[in-house]
């Protein structure tokens, strides 16, 4: 629950630094899952970038870096990561041609697990408008259909106008078309609205852990 509390903090605050995550500027405690499953206990910190390696140490000593590839994810306190991989997100390239970007790998922060699955990455691109490069915050819904994973990404603290969010939002029509309740409920979805509103009825669904 804290891991959801965490992203409605910045939801509130429209700060979505990445220096924000406590392990950003610190070693703090915590567990890395080795691609082989393999669990370590030590102290971990991480920018949260994909281009950043995570160090890890299990004593004062001696240190380990680790990319996201190499680690199947990592925990401190009660907030979760998982590493996800070819994700389609909504960046620089939506703004300004229409096209989403490729994030090709994240340590993804685990909101909620069930049916769907909801995550929250961080994608940085170049910001025309402002002349450097930019955090682009997205919500990674993922499913399973057919034992194969499905992911649909969705953009917030960007700013767009209302043409584009509408397109982003019907953008998820088809993910959510298993979900008749869901669609009905993002159809009415406004981008005044807040998206925790949609991840709380998205939790309401039955459980069945998506593993």
Aim: hydrophobic residues 35%; glycine residues 4%.
């Amino acid at each position: 629950m804290k891991s959801l509390f965490f992203v409605v903090g910045m939801f509130i605050t429209w700060s979505v630094r990445a220096q924000n995550y406590p392990f950003a500027q610190e070693f703090v405690p915590g567990t890395i899952i080795l691609n082989d499953a393999t669990q370590k206990k030590g102290l971990i910190k991480w920018f949260p970038s994909p281009y950043e390696k995570l160090r890890f140490k299990q004593d004062v000593e001696q240190e380990e870096k680790f990319d996201v590839t190499d680690l199947q994810g990592f925990s401190t306190d009660s907030l979760h990561f998982k590493t996800l991989t070819n994700l389609e997100v909504y960046g620089e390239e939506f703004t300004s041609r229409n096209r989403l970007s490729v994030l090709k790998q994240s340590f993804a922060q685990v909101i909620y697990t069930g049916k769907i699955n909801i995550y929250y990455v961080l994608y940085y691109g170049y910001d025309a408008r402002r002349g450097g490069i930019t955090t682009f915050p997205n919500i990674i819904f993922e499913k399973t259909r057919a034992e194969r994973q499905e992911y649909a990404a969705f953009p917030v603290l960007t700013k767009m106008n209302e043409k584009k969010y509408e397109q982003a939002k019907q953008n998820l029509y088809p993910f959510f078309s298993d979900f008749p309740p869901i669609l009905e409920k993002l159809k009415k979805y406004h981008q005044q609205n807040n998206i925790i509103s949609l991840v709380e009825f998205i939790k309401q669904i039955p459980d069945t852990t998506n593993e």
